[in-house]
């Protein structure tokens, strides 16, 4: 039987010097985006075998042409890999992965050991590293996949800072934990709720988020059993009725309806915890949000990463940096599992979720210096008199009233309403190419 050598990583290898910042991609401008704002690596989806079967995910030209922006950045692609695999989703992996080394992909993110192992067979020259989908908590799990050839674990959102302290003193590998963004109600994606009420696999890329709903509380008066009924709206499962059974609601008329919604996490405030505790690549949850999320959450990180690495004992941080996260956050925020286990007060009952207060208005395209004179591209509706704010890797924010606005033939508007319009307007600082402009709701 012919058998691959397992690929054997050494010395610093196991610890990065600095720690890796990674963002989602959910499409090449996304992917744009959050390399231009600082992460040193990405992590996309491809058209087979991921977990975001919703986002736009990448054809192969596109990760083709992604690596290679990225590189001009010294940046890495990774690509989510990790679905469980049943039997009919097997055919085809090999080519599929084949594919993927072809086009520069650093790195797969897998789950199921079935594509870990044609992955280090078929493909030696692909890193693979072991998704969170595992929910790996303790250091002898880590030590069976660091046996298996693995470089890298994703670790389960689960674990705690003192795990993750204790998992590098027993194994010299690399550590992925995830840092920011949505955290799922359930253990590490062990969820069926989706499959149940809509018949999408969440484990095989299809979760409809079934914990964000809203539901009411019941109690079978025959029975005298308890249970739960969705409540009916736009694209999710009317209420169920039982015939013949009365339901008594175990809740007021002016009650909030219930949801099993997770705070986001939020280690921006614990930087230097998460280094000292030995953590390699700091991953920021979200494929499927907005560029705004995106290179807001990225810019922010980076700062914080940049400047504890610049001067650990002096290292503060700066309330806009926080700002800036709050500008794009969806939900309430917490630090997960890092310092305790979650409790009641770490979810969200509210009927609306707080949505985020800022709009991406335009990306900056060109700036003349010599007129102060910018030209943007409209990305929402922004009009004269309207408060914006600007923001850019290399800047700190700044707010103007925008004056009057012109498109390029130099025809005055009334506002920017057309999408992907290029208008030229005045700023009041300069500003460079993939500056964003941002406005209130």
Not at 11 to 16: E, H, P, Q
Not at 60 to 69: H, S, T
Not at 155 to 162: Q, W
Not at 165 to 180: G, L, N, R, S, Y
Request: net charge negative; charged share 25%.
């Amino acid at each position: 039987m012919n058998t691959v050598a397992k690929p054997q990583y050494k010395g610093k290898r196991y610890r990065l010097d600095k720690p890796e910042l990674l963002a989602p991609a959910g499409n090449l401008e996304k992917l744009k985006f959050a390399v231009h704002y600082g992460a040193d690596a990405v992590y996309i989806g491809g058209q087979k075998y991921g977990l975001r079967s919703n986002a736009d995910n990448f054809s192969f030209e596109e990760m083709r042409e992604g690596v290679e922006f990225a590189k001009k950045y010294g940046a890495k692609v990774f690509v989510a890999t990790n679905i469980y695999a049943h039997n009919e989703d097997i055919a085809g992996i090999e080519e599929y992965l084949r594919n993927l080394h072809e086009v520069g992909i650093a790195a797969i993110i897998v789950a199921d050991p079935a594509i870990v192992d044609i992955a280090l067979r078929t493909v030696p020259g692909l890193e693979v590293h072991l998704s969170t989908q595992q929910s790996t908590l303790n250091w002898q799990a880590v030590s069976f996949w660091k046996e298996e050839g693995l470089p890298r674990v994703v670790l389960g959102r689960e674990t705690s800072l003192e795990e993750i302290a204790e998992i590098k003193k027993h194994v010299d590998i690399e550590i992925e934990a995830f840092i920011h963004g949505a955290m799922c109600s359930s253990y590490s994606g062990r969820c069926v709720l989706s499959n149940h009420f809509t018949d999408r696999d969440s484990n095989r890329g299809g979760c409809c988020q079934s914990c964000r709903w809203k539901y009411d509380l019941f109690e079978d008066a025959r029975e005298g059993e308890v249970w739960v009924s969705e409540e009916q709206s736009a694209g999710q499962p009317p209420q169920r009725l039982v015939p013949g059974v009365t339901q008594l609601p175990l809740h007021q008329p002016e009650d909030n309806p219930f949801t099993m919604g997770a705070k986001d996490l939020c280690m921006l405030g614990s930087i230097p915890d998460l280094i000292e505790a030995g953590i390699d690549s700091f991953k920021i949850e979200g494929r499927m949000k907005s560029i705004h999320y995106v290179a807001t959450v990225v810019n922010a990180y980076r700062k914080a990463i940049d400047a504890y690495m610049a001067d650990p004992e002096h290292y503060e941080l700066k309330p806009e940096w926080m700002d800036e996260l709050n500008k794009a956050a969806n939900r309430p925020l917490n630090t997960g599992f890092f310092y305790d286990t979650p409790d009641h007060e770490d979810h969200i009952y509210e009927p609306e979720e707080k949505a985020a207060p800022f709009d991406f208005a335009g990306l900056v395209l060109d700036y003349d210096a010599e007129t102060g004179t910018a030209l943007i591209q409209q990305r929402n509706h922004f009009k004269p008199g309207q408060e914006v704010e600007f923001f850019g890797p290399d800047r700190s924010p700044f707010k103007q009233i925008v004056g009057e606005l012109r498109d390029e033939e130099g025809t005055v508007l009334d506002a920017a309403r057309h999408p992907l319009q290029r208008i030229r307007m005045k700023v009041e600082q300069p500003v460079a190419y993939f500056d964003m402009m941002r406005k209130k709701k």
